[in-house]
């Protein structure tokens, strides 16, 4: 059997939703080429991965090292090796050379910050091991094989388009009230949501009438509510950037018995799941804590030499921006086993 095999469509196989699919082509003993069937969870040769990623310091970091273990647990012919989890750039360049040392078969990283990261990210791939780079990019993305993101400006505009489909349903009118929650200001995601959400919003008439940013924590998104509420005596549709800090603005809410707007999240915890059940929350936007067990499947199948069975170039692509879908009470059950528990 060649080596350049199978690979479902990356995102459909991350939520099981393809079994098997169409390879590319297999060549025959007398040389020609001829289309054949291949599951990409078909076992291959035995891979080893290292995984290195930030310290799980809130919900959606710890539930990306849950997803990249539980990726690496579907295949035999994968051994995951992981690293502790730190906010210490310096202690992840150290594990990224042990793996390098080690001759690992390929490194998924998210790297506490992309640029301190870039060298030794660099100085894996010279060796000949393939670096799979999620989340935070690196300074020069020649020093990964495959860049796969979540798509923050994605998110501003998801959340907009919804937040604009919301006022056209209930004839909210162009003065519509429309206040966002941001995450921390200084963050290039954070710019990246909001400007995705102004745009979305343009579209549609509308803008951001009252704006305020937390810290991607509990006690400053309470914090950072309370303030909010006390501005806007009246609101119609608020968009919070993250669902950990969402704990503490949804407290704010509670706290101050103000119900009366459309209430949107972001990034899919399991606690905005079952708002949204309960009736108390809109929806919540998607920010993949899957990121990173799509960097292990991914990462298996380059070490194998396979490739993605539903493209014409048959290479894993090098950089891959993964969707940001609007979870409503519609699609809940589609999206509740990816929520994260903050």
């Known amino acids: 059997?060649?080596?350049?095999a199978a690979l479902a469509c990356a995102t459909l196989a991350a939520a099981g939703l393809l079994a098997s699919c169409t390879s590319n082509s297999a060549e025959t003993s007398d040389g020609d080429r001829s289309t054949t069937v291949s599951s990409n969870d078909d076992p291959g040769e035995n891979v080893v991965i290292g995984f290195s990623g930030p310290q799980a310091d809130h919900g959606w970091l710890a539930a990306i090292n849950t997803f990249a273990e539980e990726a690496a647990a579907e295949y035999d012919d994968v051994e995951l090796r992981v690293a502790e989890g730190t906010n210490d750039p310096s202690a992840q360049?150290?594990?990224?050379?042990?793996?390098?040392?080690?001759?690992?078969?390929?490194?998924?990283?998210?790297?506490?910050?992309?640029?301190?990261?870039?060298e030794v990210a660099t100085q894996a791939m010279e060796a000949g091991i393939p670096v799979v780079n999620v989340d935070r990019e690196f300074s020069d993305e020649a020093a990964a094989r495959l860049t796969l993101l979540g798509d923050n400006y994605?998110?501003?505009?998801?959340?907009?388009?919804?937040?604009?489909?919301?006022?056209?349903?209930?004839?909210?009118?162009?003065?519509?009230?429309?206040?966002?929650?941001?995450?921390?200001?200084?963050?290039?995601?954070?710019?990246?949501?909001?400007?995705?959400?102004?745009?979305a919003l343009a579209h549609c008439g509308q803008d951001v009438d009252n704006r305020v940013a937390a810290e991607f924590t509990v006690d400053s998104g309470e914090r950072a509510a309370s303030n909010l509420l006390q501005a806007a005596p009246e609101i119609d549709i608020i968009w919070n950037h993250d669902?950990?800090?969402?704990?503490?603005?949804?407290?704010?809410?509670?706290?101050?018995?103000?119900?009366?707007?459309?209430?949107?999240?972001?990034?899919?915890?399991?606690?905005?799941?079952r708002w949204i059940e309960a009736g108390e929350m809109e929806a919540t936007v998607i920010y993949p804590a899957t990121q990173a067990g799509d960097g292990i499947k991914l990462a298996r199948l380059i070490a194998q030499n396979r490739g993605l069975s539903d493209l014409v170039q048959i290479e894993v692509p090098r950089r891959i921006v993964l969707d940001a879908p609007v979870v409503t009470a519609d699609n809940l059950d589609q999206y509740t086993p990816m929520g994260f528990e903050s």
């Open 1 to 4: 059997m060649p080596r350049k």
């Open 93 to 118: 360049i150290s594990h990224i050379e042990t793996f390098i040392n080690d001759k690992v078969d390929a490194i998924v990283l998210l790297p506490t910050d992309g640029a301190a990261l870039t």
């Open 154 to 199: 994605g998110m501003g505009v998801s959340a907009g388009e919804y937040a604009c489909g919301l006022i056209a349903e209930h004839n909210l009118g162009n003065d519509a009230v429309i206040a966002e929650i941001a995450g921390i200001d200084s963050l290039p995601l954070t710019q990246e949501r909001s400007q995705g959400f102004a745009d």
């Open 243 to 273: 669902d950990d800090q969402g704990i503490g603005v949804k407290a704010a809410f509670d706290n101050a018995e103000r119900d009366e707007f459309f209430f949107i999240g972001g990034a899919g915890s399991a606690n905005a799941m």
